[in-house]
């Protein structure tokens, strides 16, 4: 069985570049979340996938975008950064949208200079 | 307004005592919670999880006790090992949308030999 994989692990990006983080879920799972985590914070919740429509977001600009896949796998998309989404970025996938805990993948770096 | 605190950021036991940590919400649509445990370089890993119909869910060393009138739950770790030193989050959620969790800021758990 393959745990969800995220990539990539570190990036570097300057203030108002775009980035795409993607994100494979784990086998036999058709749900996809995803968190963005900020240094000494818990995860916040951005927004969920399932069966390749959104069904939830939470208190994020619309910069801030996704996709998900035939195959579940996910990208999480932000444009225009700014200093302050440098953080560390979870996918998060689950077997069903109503199912109870979260698998997390390694998380993508991120800092925004 | 953070509607999951976990007001101690650092714990410190003793090898083979027992380990409390602590955390609070204030939302009165939550009635899932979970445990995850994050170790650095990886993400958060499913611990423990209790639904608000209970007041306790154990599984080996773990114990989740949850006081739904006091809006707190507690994880229990009995006894404490030097591998159970990481990063401890509490999430909270609605029962029906496994995705959007809520975390706490989490608890560093140092297990000392």
């Known amino acids: 069985e393959t745990g969800v994989t995220q990539s990539p692990t570190h990036l570097i990006k300057t203030r108002g570049q775009q980035v795409t983080l993607r994100c494979s879920s784990q086998?036999?799972?058709?749900?996809v979340s995803w968190y963005q985590q900020a240094l000494g914070q818990g995860p916040q919740f951005i927004f969920q996938?399932?069966?390749?429509?959104?069904?939830g977001r939470g208190n994020f600009p619309p910069r801030f975008s996704g996709l998900q896949f035939p195959n579940y796998s996910s990208e999480l998309n932000v444009n225009a950064l700014e200093l302050d989404d440098s953080a560390l970025y979870l996918c998060?996938?689950?077997?069903?949208?109503?199912?109870?805990?979260?698998?997390f993948g390694e998380g993508s770096r991120l800092t925004v200079l | 307004d953070q509607q999951v605190k976990q007001n101690s950021p650092s714990l410190s036991v003793q090898e083979g005592r027992i380990s409390i940590l602590n955390c609070d919400y204030t939302?009165?649509?939550?009635?899932?919670f979970l445990w995850y445990k994050k170790y650095p370089a990886e993400g958060p890993t499913f611990l423990i999880s209790?639904?608000?119909?209970?007041d306790k869910n154990e599984d080996g060393r773990f114990t989740v006790f949850l006081n739904k009138s006091a809006k707190h739950l507690s994880l229990h770790i009995v006894p404490s090992q030097p591998g159970d030193s990481a990063v401890y989050f509490c999430?909270?959620?609605?029962?029906?949308?496994?995705?959007?969790?809520?975390f706490g800021d989490g608890t560093t758990l140092t297990v000392k030999p």
């Open positions: 996938y399932y069966r390749e429509e959104e069904n």
């Open positions: 999430a909270a959620k609605p029962y029906t949308n496994a995705g959007k969790s809520t």
């Open positions: 209790i639904s608000s119909i209970k």
């Open positions: 998060a996938s689950s077997p069903g949208q109503n199912t109870g805990e979260l698998f």
């Open positions: 939302n009165s649509m939550f009635d899932y």
């Open positions: 086998s036999g799972h058709n749900t």
